[in-house]
């Protein structure tokens, strides 16, 4: 009886580290959104809005809506010369899913830091979640469709403490 149980937890113990192997999908499709950040931190939106598929779209956490990948960039050519001049970007919490063999849902938390105001003051780094559509045509992975946004306290949260 002991030999059995000790049998049975070594059998436990090695199923541990072999819980689920890697999708290879899911790798595919990070590259994309790191290719995405790695043009975000060289302020290049033409390799930006690359990652897009040629017919996919973008609404940014502003609201501005991007038909094409033609749009986009031209979205993104706005913002990198004017308030996300010198940002970076950064994600984490990336997920991804796949409801079918060439469809990804992923999202993510993304934070962009060194937004300046107009008058040149520094914000503090925006933070916001993006929800976006994957999909595989041709062999490679295309953002089909990106939403981005910030979430608002819920109604009635109490607000900051007035400061004295």
């Not at 990106?146 to 979430?151: D, L, P, S, V, Y």
């Amino acid at each position: 009886m002991k030999r059995l149980f000790i049998a049975v937890a070594l059998c436990a113990l090695a199923g541990i580290g072999t819980a689920r192997a890697e999708d290879p999908r899911e790798k595919e499709v990070r590259s994309v959104e790191d290719a995405f950040v790695a043009a975000w931190n060289k302020h290049d939106p033409k390799a930006m809005a690359a990652q897009w598929a040629p017919d996919g779209d973008l609404i940014n956490p502003f609201g501005r809506w991007a038909a094409g990948r033609a749009e986009v960039e031209k979205l993104f050519t706005d913002e990198h010369t004017t308030f996300m001049k010198g940002t970076t970007y950064s994600l984490n919490n990336f997920k991804v899913r796949f409801p079918s063999p060439a469809i990804g849902y992923a999202d993510w938390d993304g934070e962009v830091a060194g937004i300046h105001n107009q008058d040149g003051s520094a914000t503090p780094p925006f933070k916001h979640h993006v929800a976006a559509l994957f999909v595989k045509k041709a062999g490679h992975w295309w953002i089909e469709a990106a939403r981005a946004a910030t979430f608002p306290p819920p109604p009635g949260a109490p607000s900051a403490p007035a400061k004295k």
